[in-house]
C-alpha cells in the first residue's frame, strides 16, 4: 500500500533509531523500502505507526484515504485491532467526502461505524442507528448478515430490551448454522484455489483467494489468511506483487504460529 515513508524516516530519525530497531516488525531493507519508495504492507506500517507515535492519517496520501477500497483495508485492520477512535476518526474525516461506486464497502464501513460506536463510545443509540443501515446494503450477504444481526442484537442486550436482543441473536444463530464453520472457511477457499491453480485457471485462483481472504477478514478471523495471502502470491506473474503479497502470508503465518508455512514463505523471499 502507498504510504507518506518521509514521516516514518523523519520521525524515526529524530528518535534517534537505527532501522534495525523494528526488526522485530520487518526487515531493515523493508523499512527502506517503505522510507525510499513509499510502498509496504498495511500492517507493517500501522505497526511502525504504533511505535513512532504516528497519526494513522499521516502516515497515508490523502488520495489514498479517498479511495474507498483503501479506506476499507484499513479501517478493516484498525477494526480488528480494536482502534475504535481511529476507526471513527477516519470515517469522518475521509469517509464522508468520498464518491462510492461500490454498495458493498459502504455497507462494510458503516457496519465498522456502527460496531466502533458500541463497542468504543458505548453509544448504543448510534450504533443501532448505523448497524441498521448497514443492514439494507448487507442484508443478502450470508456470510456478513449475522455479524449484523448479531451487532443489534448486543445494542438490544445493553439496552435491557431481553425479548428484542434474543430475537436477533435467534436469527443470527439461524443463519450461522446453515453457513460453513468459520474454521472450515480458509481451508475450503485454500483448496479450492489450489484445485484451480493446479489445473492451469489461474483466474479462477486469484478470484477464490481474494474471496477467503476478504470473508475471513470480514468475520474477524486470522486462521488460514496466511495460506490464502501464499497461494495468492505463487500465482502472481508481477515480481513486486508477490513480495508484497509473501509478506502478508508472513505476517498471519506468524500470527497463526504456522511454523512450516513461514519456513516456505522465507525461502520464497529469500529466492526472490
Known amino acids: 500500500m502507498e504510504v507518506n515513508g518521509f ?3 523523519q520521525m524515526r530519525e529524530d528518535a534517534g533509531l537505527p532501522r534495525d530497531t523494528f526488526s522485530a516488525i520487518c526487515p531493515p531493507a523493508e523499512l527502506e523500502l517503505i ?15 504504533g511505535k513512532l ?4 492519517h499521516q502516515a497515508f496520501p490523502e488520495a489514498t484515504l479517498l479511495t474507498e477500497v483503501s479506506l476499507l483495508n484499513i479501517v ?12 471513527l476518526f477516519l470515517l469522518d474525516t475521509y469517509g464522508k467526502k468520498i464518491t462510492y461506486n461500490n454498495a458493498r464497502i459502504v455497507g462494510h464501513l458503516l457496519y465498522f461505524r456502527a460496531y466502533a460506536n458500541l463497542f468504543g463510545n458505548h453509544d448504543t443509540k448510534k450504533a443501532v442507528y448505523y448497524f441498521q443501515r448497514a443492514y439494507t446494503f448487507l442484508h443478502d450477504e450470508k456470510r456478513y448478515e449475522p455479524l449484523v444481526l448479531r451487532g443489534l442484537a448486543t445494542c438490544y442486550q445493553a439496552n435491557e430490551e431481553k425479548k428484542r436482543a434474543s430475537i436477533f441473536f435467534e436469527r443470527a444463530e439461524q443463519l450461522e448454522e446453515k453457513m460453513n464453520t468459520q474454521l472450515q472457511l480458509g481451508p475450503s477457499y485454500y483448496h479450492a484455489a489450489c484445485y484451480y491453480a493446479d489445473r492451469g485457471n489461474q483466474e479462477k485462483a486469484n478470484e477464490l483467494c481474494d474471496e477467503g481472504i476478504e470473508t475471513l477478514l470480514e468475520v474477524n478471523l486470522s486462521a488460514g ?6 497461494e495468492k502470491a505463487i500465482i502472481q506473474e508481477d515480481l513486486a506483487e508477490q513480495v508484497q503479497l ?4 508472513d505476517y498471519y503465518a506468524d500470527l497463526n504460529n504456522n511454523h512450516q508455512l513461514k519456513e516456505l514463505i522465507n525461502k520464497k523471499l529469500t529466492n526472490n
Do not use: P, T
Not at 522510507?35 to 505507526?49: F, H, P, S, Y
Not at 478493516?76 to 476507526?87: A, D, G, I, P
Open 53 to 56: 507515535n504516528i497519526f494513522y
Open 7 to 9: 514521516i516514518i524516516k
Open 225 to 230: 489468511l496466511e495460506e490464502l495471502f501464499f
Open 35 to 49: 522510507e525510499v519508495k513509499n510502498e509496504g504492507a498495511l500492517e507493517v506500517i500501522l505497526d511502525l505507526c
Open 246 to 249: 509473501l509478506k502478508q502470508a
Open 76 to 87: 478493516r485492520s484498525l477494526h480488528l485491532r480494536q482502534e475504535f477512535s481511529s476507526v
